[in-house]
């Protein structure tokens, strides 16, 4: 039987099946009809072709749940996304999306890159492979923020597409200006992202908005942190919510 995915077996833990093809069918559809939104209320324009949707993936781990692979704590299917609404991450403020300009009206269905990124599905024996889905997402992801740019650079001008992207990446400066290991603040209890690994990966940031150094969406993206105790941790779904949106940041300059 022909599957969209390769599977995890039935001795490991993958994505359920049936919620994937369900998202993946719901993407597809969004895609080829054009339903990604360019931000400030408009709509992208179809034109893309939809092989960027549900084939090849490359291997890489998620935005929510970048515990390394190994670290006592970590549980089955750690380099997976989570389900919805567990991940601890802000719904707003400083740690949040900035507010205003893609906000969706009430009762909107549609998908886009947003959406993308926040995919999440159970995890059950013998599902999808995780690393198979979450590149396929990835790439998904990428192709949607491309679309957007292209409608928002015509009907607006590339100018205005970079101060945009300029305002967002602002956003991301405080943190950044923070001292090593002050960065964002520590889990309450228990365990978290060890701060001398986040605080590595954001001084590549700072390189890169600096003094232009070699940074991708997709190492920030995939990047993995040991886990440490409360003490010398920064908490888990702050460090996801802040670079989910740098991921933002980079794809839309890429």
Known sequence: MT?????????????????VE????????AYEAGDSRVGDGETGAGGAGASAVGDGARAGASPAGRAAAGDEDAG??????????????????????????????AGDDRLDADDVRGAAFDLVRDGYATA?????LDRLEAAFVQRRRSAFVAARGEQA????????????????LRPAGQRFAPPPSGRGYERAAVDALLDRLIAYFDDGGALTSTELRTATFPSARAS???????????????VEVLLAVE
């Open 76 to 105: 089955a299917g750690d380099d997976a996304r989570p389900t919805g609404g567990d991940d601890g991450r802000p719904t707003g403020g400083d740690d949040g999306r900035p507010a205003g300009g893609d906000a969706r009206p």
């Open 161 to 176: 597409w970079m101060d945009r992207v300029a305002d967002r990446a602002t956003t991301l400066y405080p943190r950044l």
């Open 3 to 19: 599957t969209m995915f390769p599977t995890a077996g039935r001795a490991r833990l993958g994505y359920d099946r049936e919620q």
């Open 22 to 29: 369900e998202f993946f069918a719901r993407a597809r559809a």
């Open 132 to 136: 198979a889905v979450d590149g396929a």
């Open 232 to 246: 010398r941790a920064y908490h888990e779904g702050t460090v996801d919510a802040y670079l989910d949106r740098a």
